[in-house]
């Protein structure tokens, strides 16, 4: 996806509140599934870690089909992390930039909370 600190503002994400509903608008038939944006790719393999680990960090998984976000969910439970189902494509906006979670390392209790 985008990040404008590293890639410069793009204009197919100007005025959109998520650059999701830009990639789901221009792939109308895929089952599209944020997540991992706020965690850096350097920590995915330093920081993942067994089920029932408590310092097991947590990552939002949203989405518009259920079944596409269980399947991403198992993928980030295999690599370590607890999966958080956010819901819908649109509550990837409570993890962009600037948000709690996407500065925070939450465990799956404080993923929740901060989602609810």
């Given at each position: ?8 503002v ?75 189902d ?25 993923m ?5």
């Amino acid at each position: 996806m985008n990040w404008p600190p590293t890639d410069g503002v793009h204009g197919d994400f100007h005025g959109e509140s998520l650059s999701s509903a830009v990639i789901q608008k221009q792939l109308s038939t895929a089952r599209l599934v944020r997540t991992i944006n706020h965690i850096g790719y350097h920590e995915l393999e330093e920081e993942g870690r067994p089920v029932g680990d408590p310092q097991r960090r947590a990552l939002a998984v949203a989405g518009d089909d259920a079944e596409a976000r269980r399947l991403v969910a198992d993928v980030i439970d295999r690599m370590g992390y607890d999966p958080v189902d956010a819901g819908s494509l649109v509550a990837a906006t409570q993890f962009e930039p600037g948000t709690a979670i996407f500065e925070g390392h939450l465990r799956r209790d404080e993923m929740e909370r901060q989602l609810a």
